[in-house]
């Protein structure tokens, strides 16, 4: 099967480049940064206008009809420029209320935050003290909240500074539930897809700075990419980038297509991506050496992104641990399993 994007998708995602290297530079997004800002509204009004939050919705609903692998390549540049805007959030928050009255506010600029927790009294929401509204799911149901009324979430320190965050209660009063255990399970799928595909692209950007950084370095009249360890490395990251690749696109085409194995797809794409994208990050440090590890360099950024990514929507732990249930129902009926 061909898992490369078609045409019109590397059109889409060259657009995208184009327009998140304008409004999400590195200078842009270490401006905002230092504002405090909770998110920056350019870059998030701009994304509004080019439709990007209808990408996966059908016509009748007012978006663009496209489907999940088209919201992917949009969420893949995201995480390649820390763009910090509530895009995935608020794509997951449209998909969960589809056909509501909530599916017009949000595409036209409403802020959504999405998450799952297994079952906990309160869980870390990206964007939630923003948020017009949050979407909770757990194993048995989807719960709405609306915070145009009421007290929101406060923000809470956090490592990613791209993105405020804040606690949500499990049992936050006034909720209205959407959706049983099914849609539960789709929620969750769509969410850990998103944040594996988000973390692909911190990882990419993270490879190509540490690549470009092995090239100009220089160390006993060398570059230290001509050295065998630091080739080693960078070789390592490049592997786990383009597993990252393989597992997410794979993942986000059967969410697009409805595949009767997405649940596994999804899951096998978080584990891959979280443990993949650690890996990653670790290596780009040691390649940039000292000057990797402070908060003068970019490459901060991409880590804490991803550091967040890993465990929103359930860690590689919780993936793992679905994917052995899921494996072994399989087993137990005598279904194949690859």
């Known amino acids: 099967m061909d898992f490369e994007l078609s045409d019109d998708q590397v059109a889409l995602r060259d657009a995208a480049r184009d327009l998140l290297d304008g409004y999400a530079a590195p200078a842009k997004v270490r401006a905002h940064v230092a504002s405090l800002a909770p998110y920056d509204p350019t870059v998030w009004k701009a994304m509004i206008e080019q439709g990007w939050l209808g990408i996966d919705l059908p016509e009748t609903d007012g978006g663009l009809g496209l489907g999940f692998v088209e ?32 599916t017009e506010r949000l595409l036209g600029g409403a802020i959504g935050a999405v998450a799952w927790h297994p079952g906990q ?32 979430p406060k923000a809470e320190p956090a490592m ?9 209660p499990a049992g936050r009063p006034g909720g209205t539930e959407i959706g049983g255990p099914e849609q539960a399970a789709a929620l969750l799928d769509r969410g850990a897809v998103a944040t594996a595909v988000e973390s692909l692209g911190a990882a990419q950007r993270a490879l190509e700075m540490a690549v470009d950084h092995a090239k100009t370095r220089v160390q006993f009249g060398k570059p230290i990419g001509s050295f065998q360890a630091v080739k080693h490395r960078c070789a390592d990251m490049l592997v786990d980038v383009e597993g990252m690749r393989s597992t997410a696109y794979h993942a986000a085409w059967s969410v697009a297509a409805a595949d009767p194995d997405v649940a596994v797809a999804a899951s096998t794409a978080k584990v891959w991506c979280a443990d993949a994208a650690r890996r990653t990050m670790a290596s780009a440090l040691q390649v940039h050496g000292g000057i990797g590890f402070t908060w003068d360099h970019d490459l901060h950024f991409f880590l804490k992104r991803a550091q967040l990514d890993q465990v929103s929507f359930g860690d590689a732990r919780v993936h793992r641990d679905r994917l052995a249930r899921l494996l072994r129902a399989k087993v137990e009926t005598g279904t194949p399993i690859v």
């Open 71 to 102: 919201a992917a390549v949009l969420m893949e540049e995201v995480g390649r420029h820390v763009a910090p805007a509530p895009f995935h959030q608020t794509l997951l928050a449209l998909g969960a209320t589809t056909g509501s009255d909530w």
């Open 121 to 152: 009294d309160a869980v870390l929401v990206p964007y939630a003290p923003v948020a017009d509204v949050v979407v909770l799911a757990s194993p048995d149901r989807v719960v709405l909240h609306d915070l145009t009324t009421g007290e929101r």
């Open 160 to 168: 990613d500074q791209t993105r405020c965050v804040g606690w949500v």
